[in-house]
């Protein structure tokens, strides 16, 4: 009997000479974000928590919007006579789900630190932070399929991937110090990215691989991952600074340690 084939998987290819040039002009960026000193901190146990907070808190857009980013792209992917782009459909169908369970999981991260589901619900980032979420928006409606793919999958989940395996090994002293609920549930988000989720980049870019059919598509699919990548950390550096003395009254406003909690840790 005839093997039946499976659509609903992404085989990774070898790099030809281009796409590894354009993985490697990548790395210094994706280098500043995974080692950005917030997520040192994070990582460290050391990051004050009104600016862990405020970082959960002014990011959450980011992560409740990536299913639609996803989707807006997928709104696009009609034309399946052209390269790469039922794989592509096929993808994003696949993740987009996917992504929208990280969103559950990522508020009850933030729960964990003391935010309400009332403040991420109403949250207004400042316009630093925002900036790559306007961004993200105009990409996926505007923009060519792989300049969507680089932009979102590839400039996000890359560094997004290296960081959170750092900072998941910061949670216990959170918990210790009784300024955080550290459980199974809490961990869920950062453990999945710091696992799992690690192919999503490499598949992205065997999706602009199959989508870029010249040297201009490619150059064009570059150029909006590394600016993806620059409002990362345009949004990281805004963080930050709070953390230096500049904390937002909102952000104050959570800087005390959780009571009448339990933080527990696994």
Not at 69 to 83: C, E, G, N
Not at 121 to 130: F, L, T, Y
Not at 133 to 140: E, F, G, K
Not at 235 to 240: G, I, P, R, V, Y
Request: hydrophobic content about 40%; some cysteine; charged content about 20%.
């Amino acid at each position: 009997m005839k093997k039946q084939q499976q659509y609903d998987s992404l085989t990774l290819t070898e790099h030809p000479p281009w796409a590894k040039q354009f993985w490697a002009d990548l790395e210094p960026l994706k280098e500043r974000i995974a080692s950005h000193p917030l997520f040192n901190e994070m990582a460290a146990g050391t990051l004050d928590v009104a600016c862990f907070r405020h970082a959960l808190l002014n990011f959450y857009p980011l992560v409740a919007n990536f299913p639609h980013y996803m989707s807006l792209a997928l709104s696009r992917a009609v034309d399946i006579r052209q390269p790469g782009i039922l794989d592509t459909r096929d993808w994003l169908i696949g993740n987009i789900r996917i992504e929208q369970r990280h969103l559950y999981w990522y508020r009850d991260w933030a729960i964990g630190f003391g935010i309400t589901a009332t403040d991420l619900d109403n949250v207004k980032p400042p316009a630093a932070m925002d900036a790559v979420n306007h961004y993200l928006w105009n990409m996926n409606q505007r923009a060519s399929l792989a300049e969507a793919i680089a932009a979102t999958n590839l400039a996000i989940e890359w560094a997004t991937g290296e960081w959170s395996q750092k900072v998941v090994h910061g949670m216990r002293h959170y918990a210790k110090t009784g300024q955080a609920v550290i459980d199974r549930r809490t961990m869920a988000w950062l453990r999945a990215h710091a696992h799992y989720d690690d192919m999503h980049p490499h598949e992205a870019m065997e999706l602009i691989k199959r989508l870029c059919v010249n040297d201009q598509d490619r150059d064009n699919a570059l150029q909006a991952a590394k600016r993806g990548m620059e409002y990362y950390i345009l949004a990281l550096d805004e963080c930050f600074r709070a953390h230096q003395g500049n904390a937002t009254p909102h952000t104050k406003k959570h800087a005390e340690p959780l009571s009448g909690k339990t933080a527990v840790t696994q």
